[in-house]
């Protein structure tokens, strides 16, 4: 993968999503996550709703402007982590704020193959891209994304997305092969063979490799 810069290559995550102008103040929103958030050196912490996230007036910004007034939550994701193992997608868009230097490696739900009814992704249409610290970036629906990376240290970032996302799988009775990939709820995911998430019984629907920094990573020069 070669890693693009969200904010010197506009144009090739422009099928993925947007830089947020700077008339987003997240200055205390970092400072939260910097100041009351913890980041594992061994592994991620996702956590959906944090109130002093949402207690921020930048919270009620993004809520009326990005969102369009609809009811949010703003968590955070962070820790430690260079491999892809899984990808998701949501209805509705979702606004990311680094705190730190992070890629993300990102996919498009376009390019999911069905198979005699199972889905599946090549890995090596995913793209990666460096999130500087104090970027906020938006994702659109059809982008499917993961847990932050990184090649060196922990991270911490800011997750806001529609209420409720990320919490407890409804309750359905699978009518179509899409339910089949529902996670959770508004969580739509495809877990590659090797990642925990397969083990933990994930619908396996990435094929290739399992992509990782150390490894796979092509940082032009």
């Given at each position: 993968m070669i890693l693009h810069n969200v904010?010197?290559?506009?144009?090739?995550?422009?099928?993925?999503?947007?830089?947020?102008?700077?008339?987003?103040?997240?200055?205390?929103?970092?400072?939260?996550?910097?100041?009351?958030?913890?980041?594992?050196?061994?592994?991620?912490?996702?956590?959906?709703?944090?109130?002093?996230?949402?207690?921020?007036?930048?919270?009620?910004?993004?809520?009326?402007?990005?969102?369009?007034?609809?009811?949010?939550?703003?968590?955070?994701?962070?820790?430690?982590?260079?491999?892809?193992?899984?990808?998701?997608?949501?209805?509705?868009?979702?606004?990311?704020?680094?705190?730190?230097?992070?890629?993300?490696?990102?996919?498009?739900?376009?390019?999911?193959?069905?198979?005699?009814?199972?889905?599946?992704?090549?890995?090596?249409?995913?793209?990666?891209?460096?999130?500087?610290?104090?970027?906020?970036?938006?994702?659109?629906?059809?982008?499917?994304?993961?847990?932050?990376?990184?090649?060196?240290?922990?991270?911490?970032?800011?997750?806001?997305?529609?209420?409720?996302?990320?919490?407890?799988?409804?309750?359905?009775?699978?009518?179509?092969?899409?339910?089949?990939?529902?996670?959770?709820?508004?969580?739509?995911?495809?877990?590659?063979?090797?990642?925990?998430?397969?083990?933990?019984?994930?619908?396996?629907?990435?094929?290739?490799?399992?992509?990782?920094?150390?490894?796979?990573?092509?940082?032009?020069?």
């Open positions: 904010l010197t290559e506009p144009e090739a995550f422009a099928p993925y999503g947007r830089v947020l102008p700077d008339d987003y103040d997240f200055s205390q929103l970092i400072g939260v996550l910097n100041e009351n958030t913890d980041a594992p050196a061994d592994g991620v912490v996702y956590v959906p709703s944090f109130d002093k996230l949402e207690g921020l007036p930048v919270f009620l910004d993004l809520r009326d402007r990005i969102f369009g007034g609809l009811t949010i939550q703003a968590g955070y994701c962070n820790g430690t982590n260079t491999t892809l193992n899984a990808l998701e997608c949501h209805r509705g868009i979702e606004v990311l704020v680094a705190a730190d230097d992070i890629v993300l490696m990102l996919g498009k739900k376009q390019n999911i193959e069905m198979n005699d009814g199972d889905y599946a992704l090549d890995t090596s249409t995913i793209e990666a891209f460096l999130v500087p610290a104090g970027t906020a970036v938006l994702y659109y629906e059809t982008t499917m994304h993961y847990a932050p990376a990184t090649t060196r240290g922990s991270f911490r970032t800011a997750i806001v997305l529609v209420e409720g996302t990320n919490t407890d799988k409804p309750l359905i009775h699978p009518g179509n092969e899409e339910d089949r990939i529902l996670w959770a709820r508004n969580k739509w995911l495809l877990a590659h063979p090797d990642s925990p998430e397969a083990a933990e019984g994930a619908y396996v629907g990435l094929k290739g490799k399992n992509l990782d920094l150390n490894e796979d990573l092509t940082i032009p020069a």
